[in-house]
């Protein structure tokens, strides 16, 4: 696929989209929320990545995957062999969605009402975008991006032929592996993970 200029009209029509977005009302969590955390990439790259939501770090950077997850993805991504910079990254709901316990802000999951809402973004910037490859991290990006519930064990590791003529890649949230207390577990998980993507980067073309 040809690289497309900045100031081409994919690359305009995307800066539109993320205008518009900063001010999306779409569902509720806009108003505890700091700002839209919005997709960030080329608009012509081949591989995207779905996450979550931004946690409490990505809402007061306004960047996806920066935090303790960030990192963790970052790492999993180089591993994988792949340039962060030449893909796209976004995330299933754009704001973030917290409860607050006194000073701190503690991450709660969308709904599926969140997530029906902001699935509309997620179309506007695959249409865009137009990815060969998907990668969903976890069941609210499956969910997003398929369309119904999904369990991760079983739908992981393989393609998925998508409506639109893309490919969807399931597999865990970077999350997931922070949580595992066991180090010899979260270290085969972790090897697990960047095989997964390690295997739909191989994927384009
Ligand atoms: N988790 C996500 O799913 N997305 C982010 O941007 C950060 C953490």
Same mark, same amino acid.
């Given at each position: 696929?040809?690289?497309? /200029?900045? %100031?081409?009209?994919?690359? %305009?029509?995307?800066?539109?989209? +993320?205008?518009?977005?900063?001010? =999306?009302? !779409? =569902? ?10 919005? %997709?960030?990439?080329?608009? @012509? ?13 990505? @809402? ?7 935090? *303790? ?22 995330? /299933? ?24 809402? =902001? ?11 137009? *990815? ?15 369309? !119904?519930?999904?369990?991760?064990? +079983? ?23 922070? !949580? ?10 972790? /090897? ?5 993507? !390690? ?7």
């Amino acid at each position: 696929k040809a690289r497309t /200029a900045p %100031g081409s009209n994919i690359a %305009g029509a995307w800066e539109a989209l +993320r205008e518009e977005a900063m001010g =999306c009302t !779409r =569902c509720d969590l806009y108003k505890h929320a700091t700002q839209v955390v919005f %997709g960030e990439g080329p608009v @012509d790259a081949k591989l995207m990545f779905v996450g979550e939501q931004p946690g409490d770090q990505e @809402d007061q950077a306004g960047r996806p995957f920066v935090g *303790p997850a960030g990192q963790v993805f970052d790492r999993a991504v180089a591993q994988a062999g792949i340039d962060r910079a030449e893909v796209y990254v976004t995330n /299933a709901v754009k704001h973030f969605k917290f409860e607050q316990r006194g000073p701190r802000r503690i991450h709660a999951k969308p709904g599926t009402g969140e997530i029906e809402a =902001c699935r509309w973004w997620i179309g506007q910037e695959r249409a865009l975008v137009k *990815p060969q490859v998907t990668v969903a991290l976890g069941a609210t990006a499956a969910r997003s991006l398929l369309g !119904r519930a999904v369990t991760i064990g +079983r739908e992981r590791s393989k393609p998925i032929p998508l409506p639109d003529g893309g490919e969807g890649w399931i597999t865990v949230h970077p999350s997931y592996l922070l !949580r595992l207390p066991d180090k010899v577990q979260a270290e085969e998980e972790f /090897a697990r993970f960047v095989e997964d993507l !390690r295997m739909a980067a191989a994927r384009v073309s």
